[in-house]
């Protein structure tokens, strides 16, 4: 049985990552803007993986009996200098993410609701890949610096970034 507190909890989280999704879908459009499309693809994909993060909060919510809220989201920034400001801004975001991903663990260990404590485990991994990728394109970004060339370089890499969707996900298509 999920507590009213854990409930409310993840209900809120699961918003965020709604947001998530909205704030990668943006940088996608910017990059396309900017005539990269392999990061415009990056975080294409980006966008679906949120919405599949969103889609099993909402399954796990509703499979617990909980009656969701979808309060208005918040709009998302749209205008950034550069492909490596759109990274560091993803990094900076996805270790919001963690946080609070950290504080809900807490409070299903404090509530003994383990039934959340093994649903969020695959949250935790998640956000280390997510923070592992971002450091790296960070990295890469940076090594090149303002070099149009090296740039174009990262991008066709980023282009091939593929969506795949993990088993049993919803929204997988």
Known sequence: MISKKMADALNKHMNLELYSAHL????????????????????????????????????????????????????????????????????????????????LCELAVKDKDHASQIFLQWFVTEQIEEENNDRDLIAKLKLVGDNGHGILMIDGEMAQRVFVAPPGSPLAV
């Open 24 to 103: 990668y879908l943006s940088m996608s459009s910017c990059s396309n803007e900017k005539g990269l499309k392999g990061a415009a693809n990056w975080f294409m994909v980006q966008y679906r993986e949120e919405m599949i993060h969103f889609m099993k909060f909402y399954t796990y919510l509703i499979d617990q009996g909980i009656n969701i809220t979808l309060p208005a989201s918040k709009a998302v920034p749209n205008s950034y200098k550069s492909l490596l400001e759109m990274f560091e801004k993803t990094l900076t975001h996805e270790q919001l993410i963690t946080a609070c991903i950290n504080d």
